[in-house]
């Protein structure tokens, strides 16, 4: 059975991709209408920073094709801050924004802090509120959560373990404990800098490939546009042995 998949980046307003992906006179305010002529999808980090006005939700919506999907990081308010407690008020306000991309809303990714340790109790709880999430996604950087308590707990609430690969920098694990699989590649020889060998592109199509669910790669690497070069290239081995099939769209 063909597998649905995505591929995109981690972001797209990058000014060092002029000249390598954008063209050299293209206005900064379109490169998001030429990335969404090359991929389907794309991981924003902005989200995560701070949370964007209904304007540019709407502005992003519009601006992409049928069929585009968004991934979105969400608020340190919400991970880094209250460190996932007491966190029902922001995050129903970021949920709130989220849905105003309509049907390109695709998953929801919760980056943990390196300093974060597991807590079982901490984590159901903050599980329990993620409910009305189609796809959610939890990206740990604490050896303490690669344990089999959280794996289970994933599982329990359909929340997908992020597969991240960041070249040593913090603890990397594979598990698929939903029905998708959520991966983010920063780069596995120099964070954000190294670009993916054949040899390691054809290793994670295979993966992709065995997990036979639905896909999102990030390719998180970009300096000098690798993470743009890596991603076509990816998708060119995925294309080859799956097809070109796009994933269904979810709601929240």
Known sequence: ?????????????????????????????????????????????????????????????????????????????????????????PLEEFLSRARLLGEKLGPVLFQLPPSLHYDEALFEDFASLLSPLSEAAVEVRHRSWIDDRFLRQLQAHGLAFCLSDTAGRYPFHEAVTADFVYIRLHGSQKLYASSYSEAELHLWAEKIASWNRPTYVYFDNDFEAHAVFNARRLREILGACLGPLPAASKKV
């Open 1 to 89: 059975m063909d597998t649905p998949y995505r591929i995109g980046t981690s972001g797209w307003n990058y000014a060092h991709w002029r000249g390598r992906f954008y063209p050299e006179k293209l206005p900064a305010s379109k490169w998001l209408a030429h990335y969404a002529t090359h991929f389907d999808t794309v991981e924003c980090n902005a989200t995560f920073y701070r949370l964007p006005s209904e304007k540019t939700f709407q502005n992003w919506k519009a601006s992409t094709p049928k069929g585009f999907l968004w991934a979105l990081k969400a608020s340190r308010l919400i991970t880094h801050y209250r460190r996932l407690q007491d966190v029902q008020g």
